[in-house]
């Protein structure tokens, strides 16, 4: 896979952590997990019939700052906050390998798609790096951001048939976690469906077509 520069490069951590006085109740936690919209939205038509691909996902993996489940503040370019009480259920990593699976099956374009198991029959495997699942300002506005570098090939081998890097942020309705929750899911929601029809368009292409 080509090596693109990290949404997330290596940095100083900083954990928020509310310091109260002993008599003071320690903050309850916030758990928050992607909300499946009910339908899968992008720019391909719901009404054509599906591929004969089958389609494997890869374990997702992530830039090291996205390994925790605690919701991550790019405060800087070379500082990273992560929030001490609200923390997702998962890893990014988990929760975004969960939401293409549910995603790239609901979609209905492909004959399947399973996890990437030695002993599943896929023809295709799609392979993905988590660079960005964090809250960052844009223009002085809170915004959820989700970055996404793909590669789809052949089961067999063979030059990649599709090779992109994605970032979708979406405005937050302010800086408090919940709402930047909201956008990242918004933020997902997109990217998704842009993946989908970028690979629909990728494996409907003829065989010389493959990207570079």
């Known amino acids: 896979m080509t090596q693109l520069k990290p949404a997330l490069a290596p940095v100083a951590v900083v954990v928020i952590v509310a310091l109260a006085a002993c008599s003071r109740p320690v903050p309850n936690t916030h758990f928050y997990q992607l909300a499946v919209p009910s339908a899968v939205a992008g720019p391909f038509d719901p009404e054509a019939a599906p591929l004969e691909a089958i389609l ?8 090291s700052a996205l390994r925790a489940s605690e919701i991550a503040y790019v405060a800087t370019s070379t500082e990273v906050v992560y929030f001490a009480y609200h923390r997702w259920v998962d890893t990014p990593e988990r929760l975004t390998e969960e939401r293409l699976i549910q995603d790239l099956s609901r979609a209905g374009r492909f004959r399947a798609v399973v996890s990437n198991n030695p002993t599943a029959a896929a023809t295709h495997v799609l392979i993905c790096r988590l660079l960005g699942f964090h809250e960052r300002e844009v223009g002085g506005v809170a915004h959820g951001v989700v970055a996404l570098d793909v590669e789809l090939r ?10 992109r890097a994605y970032e979708v942020a979406r405005p937050a309705g302010s800086a408090a976690p919940a ?22 368009t990728a494996l409907s292409a003829p065989p010389d077509a493959a990207q570079p």
């Open 179 to 200: 709402a930047v929750v909201i956008a990242i899911n918004e933020a997902i929601d997109e990217l998704s469906g842009r993946l989908i029809a970028d690979i629909s």
């Open 154 to 163: 052949a089961a067999t081998g063979g030059p990649p048939l599709l090779r």
């Open 56 to 63: 494997a996902l890869a374990p997702v993996t992530s830039v």
